[in-house]
């Protein structure tokens, strides 16, 4: 048989790779589910389980679980990126400016009284 070097574009893909009898086919059939070690614990699988029976089965519950997970999503990153901002920016912030105040009312310099400048105006 002639090799097919120069002829490539008229070849099929599969006919490049190996021969026909070197062909593997898909077995028919479900696949072993790919779970991870916390996947395979039983108190998560009953977890999920309740989901599937109970919460997505009861429309009240679910919108509630929904709800309240997008709540504690919200709060959680609303406080770590608002309390990073916050730690980081303490020295600009209002409670700090008030404190800073109160310690420059406290160690002021006496005022100098520059009275001697008014007094020759008037003369």
Known sequence: MISN?????????TAKLAPKNLWSYPKMGRKPQKITRIGADPNVKA????????????????????????????????NLLIGYYRRNNYERSLPFAKKAELEWEINKPPEDDDDDEEDEEDE
């Open 5 to 13: 070097l120069y002829e490539k574009k008229y070849t099929p893909f």
């Open 47 to 78: 977890f999920w389980r309740f989901i599937r029976n109970w919460v997505t089965h009861n429309h009240k519950f679910y919108y509630t679980y929904v709800t309240l997970t997008a709540a504690t999503i919200f709060t959680v990153w609303h």
